[in-house]
């Protein structure tokens, strides 16, 4: 039940709760997490880009429609007869293919046939001459049919007017699933509606075998970054057919390529030495998702479980630029082109093909499309296992939940090496991973979710060790000085049962007659009396370091040298009962006209070794101490009143200290002791006793001691005429004397009294 009970602590229950939350938002990656991880993977990209390869190296090359090229050729679009141009001149610059990051999708305004309706002031021969010449779209399609092409076109969620859907020339793209996976098309991007090139130019017996068309769609991440290039899309134009059918519908869903993977199928196809090339792409599918696209044996494009490629990106590589018009113009350097691949894009502004990829915050779009191709020729892009969300997933989970545990068992300081451990483990193999593997592992969640539990689980700790120590500065301040409260605090761990053995000064007081005064006064009126005597004596006391161990009605029982260690104790304790003799008095001139009387105490302080610690049961305990030496102190403070001095101190406790006046004053074995106890008092320095008198006293009881009685009284009425302070207990040596005189002792007597009382 206690294993239960701490395994379902407040702390826990908290951590678990977090726990619970963060595994949640990971599992169901909403956007603020997404993003979190994604502009991660963009730090990424920013401190290690893919290197820009050597000219020589480089598998495409864009042919761009930059702004130079605009100014000379004019505003786009150019008429087909300019693009057909610009496709046989690349043809002659040795291209192994050309591919249009643009979509051809009405008939070129230019075309004669739409010239010749709009001239006016010609006859109609001239008209009925230019009618019948070649088409620019004919011409355009005719260079599609001379050397191979990949035309691009867009898939749209919204229908474009005048566009009708129509089914593939042929089908590009085969499916290969493992047993008990999902259709591809369940996991693709999809499209109900799509931009096309108009028929004349998709049409050819070349085109056909030679030819591609692939999607130039890129779709941006919500914060408008190109992360993630589609290497397949679905274009389901069921509803736009009528086709209603459950069984006929997956006959109109049909998958589409993008740009970079038809145009690497194409040039895998011309290029390929087989006798009979494979002239599609297959896309392979297991239980996570989409897995891969195979162009070839050879060629192969790690996808996620999505179809989506995620390219490494470089910066943006002005090298692989060339102007349109000097490819048209024929400047460009003759090998420049030869046996790449090249795509037709633009880099202009105006035209509206910008975006943002992780490595440049401007990039032309048709640079996307040529990096995933270079990613794909080169094996450098990026792969994000399906798996990875679940051990995501169980790595947040399991290192949480052994933070949850350990915080509140061992502490934050020692939970801080599991969790720093843990935090720069996933940091750092999330960076080797995508420096030296290219594989994409989120470590964002990992660090927010551990950190998040890390520090608020070390705030509650905190917390509840403020708590705990605020308890305990509460529980002592009663008994111990402010300073020695702090210090205990520190360390509330030791306030639990058992104790241990300390050499300890102990001291007890008492007021003295206090049976008599309680019958003066009601219970009230005497509570009230004996408060107010003991604060300012507990003030003393506290005011030297001591600890009060409690109070027994009239009396006070305290001790040093715990819970901390005082190297001063005896000196310490010694003080106190000065100061409290003074307090005494002080009180007592403050409560003339109130009290007929005044209060007496009595001190008895001993030292000695002790258990001191927290006593009683698991319920309730108190920090005290006891032992034999307890005990003696207590019956010193007893033995005070008959000696009629303000404080008796034990042997063990005598100390040579400047400070202090320390007298010998008598050796008694006091009730419950055989052992006798060399007993002192003590003034402080400022008392002045003569060396004379001190001689004399020493002298007194060597005669007490030896019998020798009449020399003894001899000695007391010397002294007694000598010192008040030391006058009552000199009258009682003195009775003791006239007893031993009518009783003797035994003639081996030692000069030790036996205590007839407690």
């Known amino acids: 039940m206690r294993f239960l009970r701490a395994m379902f602590s407040i702390d826990r229950l908290i951590g678990y709760s977090m726990l619970a939350i963060f595994v949640a938002l990971k599992w169901t990656n909403p956007y603020p997490v997404d993003f979190l991880k994604l502009k991660v993977f963009d730090y990424y990209h920013q401190l290690k880009p893919r290197p820009i390869p050597e000219l020589k190296d480089k598998p495409v090359m864009i042919i761009d429609i930059d702004e130079a090229s605009l100014t000379k050729i004019g505003q786009w679009p150019w008429p087909r007869t300019k693009v057909a141009e610009l496709i046989e001149k690349t043809r002659n610059y040795g291209a192994s293919l050309i591919a249009f990051d643009m979509v051809f999708a009405e008939e070129d305004r230019l075309n004669p046939q739409n010239i010749a309706g709009s001239l006016y002031g010609i006859d109609e021969d001239t008209r009925s001459k230019i009618m019948a010449l070649q088409s620019n779209d004919s011409i355009l399609s005719g260079e599609i049919n001379k050397f191979p092409v990949v035309l691009g076109q867009a898939g749209r969620n919204q229908q474009v007017m005048g566009q009708k859907s129509t089914k593939p020339?042929?089908?590009?793209?085969?499916?290969?699933?493992?047993?008990?996976?999902?259709?591809?098309?369940?996991?693709?991007?999809?499209?109900?509606?799509?931009?096309?090139?108009?028929?004349?130019?998709?049409?050819?017996?070349?085109?056909?075998?030679?030819?591609?068309?692939?999607?130039?769609?890129?779709?941006?991440?919500?914060?408008?970054?190109?992360?993630?290039?589609?290497?397949?899309?679905?274009?389901?134009?069921?509803?736009?057919?009528?086709?209603?059918?459950?069984?006929?519908?997956?006959?109109?869903?049909?998958?589409?390529?993008?740009?970079?993977?038809?145009?690497?199928?194409?040039?895998?196809?011309?290029?390929?030495?087989?006798r009979k090339p494979r002239s599609s792409m297959i896309v392979t599918t297991d239980m996570a998702g989409v897995k891969e696209v195979r162009v070839d044996k050879k060629l192969k494009i790690r996808t996620d479980k999505n179809g989506l490629i995620w390219p490494y990106f470089s910066e943006m590589d002005s090298a692989k630029y060339i102007p349109a018009i000097d490819i048209l113009e024929g400047t460009a350097a003759p090998d420049l082109l030869k046996g790449k691949m090249t795509i037709?894009?633009?880099?202009?502004?105006?035209?509206?093909?910008?975006?943002?990829?992780?490595?440049?915050?401007?990039?032309?779009?048709?640079?996307?499309?040529?990096?995933?191709?270079?990613?794909?020729?080169?094996?450098?892009?990026?792969?994000?296992?399906?798996?990875?969300?679940?051990?995501?997933?169980?790595?947040?989970?399991?290192?949480?939940?052994?933070?949850?545990?350990?915080?509140?068992?061992?502490?934050?300081?020692?939970?801080?090496?599991?969790?720093?451990?843990?935090?720069?483990?996933?940091?750092?193999?999330?960076?080797?991973?995508?420096?030296?593997?290219?594989?994409?592992?989120?470590?964002?969640?990992?660090?927010?979710?551990?950190?998040?539990?890390?520090?608020?689980?070390?705030?509650?700790?905190?917390?509840?060790?403020?708590?705990?120590?605020?308890?305990?500065?509460?529980?002592?301040?009663?008994?111990?000085?402010?300073?020695?409260?702090?210090?205990?605090?520190?360390?509330?761990?030791?306030?639990?049962?058992?104790?241990?053995?300390?050499?300890?000064?102990?001291?007890?007081?008492?007021?003295?007659?206090?049976?008599?005064?309680?019958?003066?006064?009601?219970?009230?009126?005497?509570?009230?009396?004996?408060?107010?005597?003991?604060?300012?004596?507990?003030?003393?006391?506290?005011?030297?370091?001591?600890?009060?161990?409690?109070?027994?009605?009239?009396?006070?029982?305290?001790?040093?040298?715990?819970?901390?260690?005082?190297?001063?104790?005896?000196?310490?304790?010694?003080?106190?009962?000065?100061?409290?003799?003074?307090?005494?008095?002080?009180?007592?001139?403050?409560?003339?006209?109130?009290?007929?009387?005044?209060?007496?105490?009595?001190?008895?302080?001993?030292?000695?070794?002790?258990?001191?610690?927290?006593?009683?049961?698991?319920?309730?305990?108190?920090?005290?101490?006891?032992?034999?030496?307890?005990?003696?102190?207590?019956?010193?403070?007893?033995?005070?009143?008959?000696?009629?001095?303000?404080?008796?101190?034990?042997?063990?406790?005598?100390?040579?200290?400047?400070?202090?006046?320390?007298?010998?004053?008598?050796?008694?074995?006091v009730k419950g002791k055989s052992s006798a106890e060399t007993i002192f008092t003590c003034f402080e320095a400022k008392t002045k006793f003569t060396e004379g008198f001190l001689d004399k006293h020493k002298n007194f009881l060597k005669e007490y001691r030896a019998q020798n009685w009449d020399v003894a009284k001899s000695l007391i009425s010397e002294l007694i005429s000598s010192s008040d302070e030391l006058e009552l207990y000199y009258k009682y040596m003195s009775s003791r004397i006239e007893d031993y005189e009518i009783n003797p002792p035994s003639a081996d007597w030692e000069g030790v009294y036996v205590a007839k009382n407690k």
């Open 344 to 669: 037709v894009g633009t880099s202009a502004v105006g035209l509206k093909d910008i975006k943002a990829v992780p490595t440049e915050p401007l990039m032309p779009g048709v640079e996307v499309h040529a990096q995933v191709v270079e990613n794909a020729v080169q094996g450098s892009y990026l792969e994000r296992p399906g798996y990875f969300d679940v051990a995501e997933v169980m790595f947040i989970f399991l290192i949480g939940l052994i933070l949850v545990i350990l915080i509140p068992w061992i502490g934050a300081k020692w939970t801080a090496i599991v969790f720093v451990s843990a935090v720069v483990f996933a940091g750092g193999y999330s960076w080797h991973l995508f420096a030296n593997e290219r594989i994409l592992l989120d470590a964002s969640a990992a660090i927010l979710t551990l950190t998040s539990i890390y520090m608020v689980l070390t705030y509650t700790s905190y917390a509840r060790e403020e708590a705990q120590k605020k308890q305990t500065r509460a529980a002592f301040s009663k008994y111990l000085s402010p300073d020695m409260v702090s210090r205990v605090a520190e360390n509330p761990d030791e306030l639990v049962l058992g104790g241990e053995e300390r050499d300890l000064t102990l001291l007890f007081c008492d007021v003295r007659g206090f049976t008599p005064i309680s019958e003066l006064f009601d219970p009230q009126g005497l509570t009230a009396l004996i408060n107010k005597l003991l604060t300012p004596l507990t003030n003393q006391i506290m005011a030297r370091e001591g600890t009060v161990d409690k109070y027994m009605g009239d009396c006070i029982m305290a001790f040093w040298n715990a819970p901390t260690d005082q190297g001063d104790h005896r000196q310490l304790a010694i003080k106190a009962a000065h100061a409290m003799n003074q307090a005494l008095d002080e009180f007592n001139f403050s409560m003339k006209g109130n009290l007929d009387f005044k209060l007496e105490i009595g001190i008895g302080i001993n030292s000695g070794e002790c258990i001191v610690g927290n006593m009683g049961s698991d319920k309730r305990f108190d920090y005290t101490v006891l032992g034999d030496s307890v005990n003696l102190a207590s019956r010193l403070e007893s033995q005070s009143s008959n000696y009629g001095l303000h404080m008796i101190i034990g042997e063990n406790t005598f100390i040579d200290d400047a400070a202090f006046c320390m007298i010998e004053i008598d050796k008694i074995a």
């Open 169 to 274: 020339l042929k089908k590009r793209v085969m499916e290969q699933r493992k047993r008990g996976a999902l259709d591809a098309r369940t996991f693709l991007p999809r499209f109900p509606y799509m931009t096309k090139n108009i028929p004349a130019l998709e049409k050819g017996k070349i085109f056909k075998k030679y030819g591609g068309v692939g999607l130039f769609n890129v779709i941006p991440d919500r914060d408008g970054m190109i992360r993630k290039v589609p290497a397949f899309f679905v274009h389901d134009f069921c509803d736009e057919m009528g086709i209603t059918e459950r069984k006929k519908k997956k006959k109109c869903q049909i998958i589409y390529p993008g740009m970079g993977p038809e145009m690497l199928r194409v040039n895998t196809y011309l290029t390929s030495k087989k």
